[in-house]
């Protein structure tokens, strides 16, 4: 994962990077590091990331309200 799809996959997410260390228990630092490029991001972070960006995926498309639901004949 590039810097830059970090960040993309944050923004997606509608996250902060404050967000993610809330929720992994990551150093406040540790995210804006990986953002800039200063470390590597390890591959857990895209597992994690992408994983999170599946289930908002599945969320919105099961509760998506503009669908109509069956009708009973």
Same mark, same amino acid.
């Given at each position: 994962?590039?810097?830059?799809?970090?960040?993309?996959?944050?923004?997606?997410?509608? @996250?902060?990077?404050?967000? *993610?260390? $809330?929720?992994?228990?990551?150093?406040?630092?540790?995210?804006?590091?990986?953002? =800039?490029? %200063?470390?590597?991001?390890?591959? @857990?972070?895209?597992?994690? *990331?992408? $994983?999170?960006?599946?289930?908002?995926?599945?969320?919105?498309?099961?509760?998506? =309200?503009? %669908?109509?639901?069956?009708?009973?004949?």
């Amino acid at each position: 994962m590039t810097p830059e799809q970090f960040k993309q996959a944050l923004a997606e997410l509608g @996250w902060k990077q404050s967000d *993610l260390c $809330a929720k992994t228990g990551l150093e406040k630092k540790t995210p804006s590091r990986w953002a =800039t490029g %200063v470390v590597p991001i390890p591959d @857990w972070v895209s597992a994690y *990331l992408g $994983a999170m960006l599946d289930v908002r995926r599945l969320a919105a498309k099961y509760t998506d =309200t503009k %669908v109509a639901p069956p009708t009973e004949e």
